[in-house]
């Protein structure tokens, strides 16, 4: 918690909160309207949070709603790129490490877990002169964590695979993408207990001597090694930039940036099965499963048929989501033909009960169109052709990314923006933003955002008095992460203390007040912690101011009070002193 405050000194335009709760408040303040926060947009009826962590920071940011930082991540690495909260609340995030060979957009190398206090958890390194990760992770329910990475071959190895030497650099070769599960095995280490590599399904027909050659058009569950995109013949062949995982499926999905289109690939086979063309759920081994968005890659189409464009984030919706199973896409638009624009494109892939995919006879795969697209209402005001994403939201609407800009809005089914945020770090200028991440507040992983603070125990001061006269009463509570935490005494006579505070988990808190009429009222006390988030009442406490003893009986009784101490005390009682 320590490092929460001091990280949350740092944030100027995001402390209205922090300035809320130590400003004290008038006795007309209601206790109930704390809760109360204008233009803010709920899951439903549950808040939800946003994780980003700028491209150009060493901080990861959560935020709520309300637009207000909780929590801040501080990492040794810029990230390379995404990061995530997991169930444990720790943070899962992307390391940029500096690597000589592999100089291109999206090179990440490292793999680091941060527990909520920022101790370094899990540092797990994927970086040589032959292979480096890059982009994307995908946390597994098993606890293992999916990567992507490049890996070298040379010029010899990739004319050697059937690639034309032409599309080939021989300075440095070609990168194809490779897959690798990995289980934290210590504090630095790693197995990898699946891969899944692109070169071993492969298919060309520029080359008939070697074993792959082939038509391209019969086997679209291959990849063509001669397919190369209009970017130009740069090593970074694929720049693979997503992946998501099906559990229901046992399947995942690929984002293939510079083959404008998205892959699904069977994860139930064994590393042997996944380098072959047999074995798994699917029974075809590690061949692609499913393809959409340009059907040029396996000659199905033409230009007019291509869907895709640059794409980023490709993921399945989340069951509980509207359109659940559906692929929600976030289509940069970059090269599309006409105007420049973005659009989040939703499509409900051909799909049977037992997860196979199907098209028809010498056709691409379907759908022909989309079941859903946002563009802006004005479609070129929104371009973002690089990074970005989207993600479906419970209650049906979108959020989404705007990387390059540093924006993340929400828009309705209809389009309709209804949230909006500009992210300022490190700086208003240099924002960007790979992608986020959103998580409704019952999600695990908030526990130590939304876990409220104990109520408060029973008020202790005295429970008769007299008007006019200040009493001092006591109480304290815990807050289950140990952060400060402020408190609420309601008088019981329409008045309150306002927010004091804040004080240290289990710290005894005074608070004082007099009443201005006689009557019985009930003291009670209620917390908050850092986040805003309200304990219960306490136990109320009974208090009777019965009469006054101002004017010449009150100097009289204090003085006496004062020269026996240890003196009266049922007096002492009686009149509350």
Same mark, same amino acid.
């Given at each position: 918690?320590?490092?929460?405050?001091?990280?949350?000194?740092?944030?100027?335009?995001?402390?209205?909160?922090?300035?809320?709760?130590?400003? =004290?408040?008038?006795?007309?303040?209601?206790?109930?309207?704390?809760?109360?926060?204008?233009?803010?947009?709920?899951?439903?009826?549950?808040?939800?949070?946003?994780?980003?962590?700028?491209?150009?920071?060493?901080?990861?940011?959560?935020?709520?709603?309300?637009?207000?930082?909780?929590?801040?991540?501080?990492?040794?690495?810029?990230?390379?790129?995404?990061?995530?909260?997991?169930?444990?609340?720790?943070?899962?995030?992307?390391?940029?490490?500096?690597?000589?060979?592999?100089?291109?957009?999206?090179?990440?190398?490292?793999?680091?877990?941060?527990?909520?206090?920022?101790?370094?958890?899990?540092?797990?390194?994927?970086?040589?002169?032959?292979?480096?990760?890059?982009?994307?992770?995908?946390?597994?329910?098993?606890?293992?964590?999916?990567?992507?990475?490049?890996?070298?071959?040379?010029?010899?190895?990739?004319?050697?695979?059937?690639?034309?030497?032409?599309?080939?650099?021989?300075?440095?070769?070609?990168?194809?993408?490779?897959?690798?599960?990995?289980?934290?095995?210590?504090?630095?280490?790693?197995?990898?207990?699946?891969?899944?590599?692109?070169?071993?399904?492969?298919?060309?027909?520029?080359?008939?001597?070697?074993?792959?050659?082939?038509?391209?058009?019969?086997?679209?569950?291959?990849?063509?090694?001669?397919?190369?995109?209009?970017?130009?013949?740069?090593?970074?062949?694929?720049?693979?930039?997503?992946?998501?995982?099906?559990?229901?499926?046992?399947?995942?999905?690929?984002?293939?940036?510079?083959?404008?289109?998205?892959?699904?690939?069977?994860?139930?086979?064994?590393?042997?099965?996944?380098?072959?063309?047999?074995?798994?759920?699917?029974?075809?081994?590690?061949?692609?499963?499913?393809?959409?968005?340009?059907?040029?890659?396996?000659?199905?189409?033409?230009?007019?048929?291509?869907?895709?464009?640059?794409?980023?984030?490709?993921?399945?919706?989340?069951?509980?989501? =509207?359109?659940?199973?559906?692929?929600?896409?976030?289509?940069?638009?970059?090269?599309?033909?006409?105007?420049?624009?973005?659009?989040?494109?939703?499509?409900?892939?051909?799909?049977?009960?037992?997860?196979?995919?199907?098209?028809?006879?010498?056709?691409?795969?379907?759908?022909?169109?989309?079941?859903?697209?946002?563009?802006?209402?004005?479609?070129?005001?929104?371009?973002?052709?690089?990074?970005?994403?989207?993600?479906?939201?419970?209650?049906?609407?979108?959020?989404?990314?705007?990387?390059?800009?540093?924006?993340?809005?929400?828009?309705?089914?209809?389009?309709?923006?209804?949230?909006?945020?500009?992210?300022?770090?490190?700086?208003?200028?240099?924002?960007?933003?790979?992608?986020?991440?959103?998580?409704?507040?019952?999600?695990?992983?908030?526990?130590?955002?939304?876990?409220?603070?104990?109520?408060?125990?029973?008020?202790?001061?005295?429970?008769?008095?007299?008007?006019?006269?200040?009493?001092?009463?006591?109480?304290?509570?815990?807050?289950?992460?140990?952060?400060?935490?402020?408190?609420?005494?309601?008088?019981?006579?329409?008045?309150?203390?306002?927010?004091?505070?804040?004080?240290?988990?289990?710290?005894?808190?005074?608070?004082?007040?007099?009443?201005?009429?006689?009557?019985?009222?009930?003291?009670?006390?209620?917390?908050?912690?850092?986040?805003?988030?309200?304990?219960?009442?306490?136990?109320?406490?009974?208090?009777?101011?019965?009469?006054?003893?101002?004017?010449?009986?009150?100097?009289?009784?204090?003085?006496?009070?004062?020269?026996?101490?240890?003196?009266?005390?049922?007096?002492?009682?009686?009149?509350?002193?």
């Amino acid at each position: 918690m320590t490092n929460m405050k001091k990280s949350v000194k740092k944030i100027g335009p995001f402390i209205p909160i922090l300035l809320l709760l130590t400003v =004290p408040v008038t006795s007309a303040f209601s206790p109930e309207n704390m809760t109360a926060k204008p233009n803010a947009n709920t899951f439903g009826e549950e808040e939800w949070y946003t994780l980003f962590a700028p491209q150009y920071s060493k901080m990861t940011y959560l935020i709520n709603c309300y637009k207000e930082v909780v929590h801040i991540w501080e990492s040794t690495y810029i990230p390379g790129h995404s990061a995530y909260l997991l169930e444990n609340g720790n943070l899962l995030r992307t390391a940029e490490l500096l690597n000589p060979v592999f100089l291109s957009g999206g090179l990440g190398g490292g793999i680091q877990e941060i527990d909520w206090n920022n101790t370094l958890v899990w540092d797990f390194t994927y970086s040589s002169n032959t292979y480096a990760l890059h982009h994307d992770i995908h946390s597994l329910p098993n606890g293992n964590i999916l990567m992507i990475a490049w890996e070298v071959k040379n010029f010899s190895e990739a004319v050697a695979a059937g690639r034309n030497p032409n599309l080939v650099s021989p300075l440095f070769g070609l990168w194809p993408d490779h897959i690798i599960e990995v289980q934290p095995s210590s504090r630095t280490s790693g197995d990898i207990v699946w891969e899944w590599h692109v070169w071993d399904h492969l298919i060309q027909d520029y080359d008939p001597s070697m074993a792959n050659y082939g038509v391209v058009g019969d086997h679209p569950e291959l990849i063509d090694i001669n397919y190369a995109p209009a970017t130009g013949i740069g090593s970074d062949w694929l720049h693979t930039n997503s992946i998501d995982y099906n559990e229901e499926l046992d399947q995942i999905i690929l984002s293939i940036h510079n083959f404008n289109e998205i892959w699904v690939i069977d994860h139930s086979t064994t590393t042997e099965e996944a380098a072959s063309h047999t074995g798994g759920r699917s029974g075809k081994g590690g061949d692609l499963l499913y393809r959409w968005g340009n059907p040029r890659t396996y000659r199905k189409g033409t230009m007019e048929d291509q869907k895709l464009f640059g794409q980023h984030d490709a993921r399945w919706i989340d069951p509980g989501c =509207p359109g659940e199973g559906n692929i929600l896409i976030f289509n940069n638009g970059y090269g599309r033909p006409g105007i420049k624009y973005s659009s989040i494109d939703e499509i409900a892939p051909p799909i049977d009960n037992d997860g196979h995919y199907y098209s028809g006879t010498n056709e691409a795969y379907g759908p022909e169109e989309q079941t859903w697209m946002y563009t802006a209402k004005n479609p070129t005001d929104f371009y973002a052709y690089m990074i970005s994403g989207a993600q479906r939201l419970t209650n049906g609407n979108t959020m989404i990314c705007d990387g390059k800009k540093g924006i993340f809005f929400e828009v309705t089914h209809e389009k309709d923006t209804v949230w909006e945020y500009f992210n300022p770090y490190p700086t208003p200028l240099l924002n960007s933003v790979f992608k986020i991440e959103s998580y409704p507040s019952y999600y695990s992983g908030l526990a130590k955002v939304t876990e409220q603070p104990r109520n408060p125990e029973k008020p202790s001061g005295p429970t008769n008095g007299a008007k006019g006269v200040q009493y001092n009463f006591t109480t304290r509570t815990t807050d289950p992460q140990e952060g400060d935490v402020y408190y609420l005494f309601d008088w019981g006579d329409n008045t309150n203390s306002g927010w004091i505070g804040p004080y240290r988990s289990g710290e005894m808190v005074n608070a004082s007040h007099s009443w201005s009429r006689r009557g019985s009222f009930s003291i009670k006390v209620k917390a908050m912690d850092m986040y805003g988030h309200h304990s219960g009442w306490s136990d109320p406490l009974p208090v009777v101011m019965p009469c006054s003893y101002n004017g010449i009986i009150q100097p009289f009784l204090q003085r006496l009070f004062e020269r026996f101490p240890a003196a009266f005390p049922f007096l002492r009682q009686l009149v509350g002193h």
